[in-house]
């Protein structure tokens, strides 16, 4: 027969600290091969954590493992009941639970609502089984702790003589029940009400999962801090997703802090602490940066903020754009981000303003400042075709898609400026690509339909154009969705007099409908066109009509005047290139 005892405390200690080792190293490789997953459910990964304790501790401390973890067997311990029989698996998973709730909820801030008793709550929870725990292994006789004493056992071991059990709950529930209530009432000393402010304030942000508050020292304190009180606040926030700005999100939460809590931040330092990624509790794997900063900082900082705010909200009005950016890129000591960004907003209000030369310009600051990223590549790129340097379109088109393969409207838009060219194998390659990407894109759609329009492929460019329509209703869509009916030998009024109905407005090229539902004439589609690009759309337009009117010899001038006045990169020259060569065979 096996000779058992009590077991040495530091050897118990020692072995759990090699199965807590173990299952922080199987956790962390967990939430690396499942981080996006895992990051996605937040806190509920916890349980997680704590399904590998119960799990692990339920089958190496029953009678599937003899009652010897890792660490246990390492250690030559075992785990028993008071009778000296081996646990079920059941039963050690719940023995295994008490000490691996604590480990779980490690990093849990209280939830909204009633801060305070949730906070209360916690503290039982974690600090109560953590300093019971140590005082009965300290203090039991016989060597048993709290998850001992509630599933009726014991660790033993074999290299000292077996000895009775000397101990029982009795002798300990009042000093473990006065160690619970201290570790309850304890979040009750501090006044953190306008902490727990300054945490709703950032949990309002847009793509913050949760926050917490760390103060040290002293507490939040309605009063302004004074030289000498808490050096600094610090504050751990979990995001929904990776910020795929992070510039912004940190502005928006120090908005969030110091805005409205000026005089509870007095003259701390505050560190930010910005964080995704899964955590399970017993092992986290976060993605995270950290920011130091204070009140007279953010005061000095403040206008360039709320401009930055301007520049990258959407705005349609390029002039404010533009000033909002300029003040950014005017700034010394501006983060490279947030100039790539200003460069990229600025430069594309320049090119909705027709200064394609100066978007140009911003794009290439753009790039230098963020060489890594595709939205300055892809910008220019377009600036590029809007100047027929369609080689040079491309080549940007080409970085972009190196930096992002997986974006549908890059190939969409490389796509156009090899039709722009005449190279419609390569523009039905990439367009096809796009498609492939994202089927639920309708300007990939109506690009498709242009080319198979380019090559006289009527039916399925009008098949291309319903498809787009069905996605989003455009004028230009809606018109070349008739023409290619009309042209493939279908009747397509009644479904332009429907598709003409669902604009919202009618400017430019509404004319041009009206134009082919008999109710305006080509001098009226001539006068609509206010700007010169207009005007070389106007031209292919009414070639167009002029070809479905049985006047194919007057399209010709038409067709020519749009080739000669409108931009390489516009689907209508393109288009009227094809058309001139069909009329001249």
């Not at 023409?483 to 030998?489: C, D, K, P, S, T």
């Not at 700007?531 to 479905?548: K, M, V």
């Amino acid at each position: 027969m096996e000779l058992t005892g009590r077991a040495p405390r530091w050897r118990r200690g020692v072995a759990f600290l090699i199965d807590y080792a173990l299952l922080i190293a199987f956790a962390a490789l967990l939430a690396r091969v499942f981080f996006e997953p895992l990051a996605a459910i937040g806190d509920y990964a916890r349980v997680i954590g704590l399904a590998l304790i119960a799990a692990y501790f339920g089958c190496f401390h029953s009678r599937l493992g003899g009652g010897r973890s890792l660490g246990k067997r390492l250690l030559r311990l075992k785990v028993v009941k008071l009778d000296d029989d081996l646990l079920s698996p059941g039963v050690a998973a719940a023995r295994a639970i008490p000490l691996g709730i604590p480990a779980v909820l490690w990093g849990v801030s209280a939830p909204g609502g009633s801060p305070q008793i949730a906070a209360a709550g916690l503290s039982l929870i974690f600090w109560g089984i953590i300093l019971s725990t140590l005082y009965l292994l300290i203090f039991d006789r016989g060597g048993r702790v709290l998850h001992d004493f509630l599933a009726s056992t014991r660790v033993i071991s074999s290299s000292i003589p077996a000895g009775a059990v000397h101990t029982n709950w009795r002798d300990h529930w009042q000093v473990v029940a006065l160690i619970c209530l201290l570790a309850a009432v304890a979040p009750f000393r501090t006044s953190d009400e306008a902490g727990n402010e300054i945490i709703k304030a950032i949990e309002q942000v847009p793509g913050v999962r949760k926050a917490s508050a760390f103060t040290f020292f002293t507490v939040f304190s309605s009063k302004p801090a004074a030289p000498g009180s808490t050096p600094w606040l610090e504050f751990h926030v979990q995001l929904v997703n990776a910020p795929s700005d992070p510039d912004k999100i940190a502005f928006l939460l120090e908005r969030a802090v110091f805005q409205g809590h000026e005089d509870v931040i007095g003259l701390r330092l505050v560190k930010l602490q910005i964080g995704y990624g899964p955590t399970l509790g017993i092992a986290r794997l976060t993605k995270s940066i950290t920011i130091t900063t204070s009140l007279t900082q953010w005061r000095q900082h403040q206008p360039v903020f709320s401009q930055l705010q301007d520049c990258t909200a959407t705005q349609s009005d390029a002039d404010a754009a533009i000033r909002s950016c300029s003040f950014i890129i005017g700034q010394i000591g501006q983060s490279p981000g947030n100039l790539a960004v200003a460069h990229v907003v600025r430069g594309a209000a320049y090119g909705g303003k027709g200064d394609v030369q100066q978007a140009i310009k911003d794009f290439s600051e753009a790039i230098k400042y963020a060489p890594n990223q595709p939205a300055g590549y892809a910008n220019r790129a377009q600036a590029y075709g809007k100047a027929n340097e369609l080689d040079l379109a491309i080549a940007d088109a080409d970085r972009a898609i190196s930096l992002a393969a997986d974006n549908a409207q890059l190939y969409g838009l490389r796509s156009s400026f090899f039709r722009a060219k005449g190279d419609l194998d390569k523009a039905i390659a990439d367009v096809e690509q796009a498609i492939k990407l994202n089927a639920n894109s309708a300007g990939i759609y109506f690009e498709r339909g242009i080319i198979k329009y380019n090559l006289g492929d009527f039916k399925q460019a009008a098949a291309d154009m319903h498809r787009s329509l069905e996605l989003k209703a455009t004028p230009y869509a809606i018109i070349f969705r008739y023409l290619a009916m009309v042209r493939n030998g279908e009747d397509g009024r009644m479904e332009l007099e429907a598709n003409a109905r669902r604009l919202k407005d009618q400017k430019w090229p509404f004319a041009v409908i009206e134009l082919f539902l008999g109710l305006g004439s080509p001098d009226a589609v001539l006068a609509a066109a206010a700007t010169p690009n207009d005007q070389c759309e106007a031209h292919f337009y009414l070639g167009q009509w002029q070809i479905l009117s049985g006047k194919s010899s007057g399209s010709v001038e038409s067709m020519r005047i749009s080739v000669q006045t409108c931009p390489q990169s516009f689907v209508e020259h393109s288009l009227a290139l094809a058309e001139l060569k069909r009329l001249q065979q």
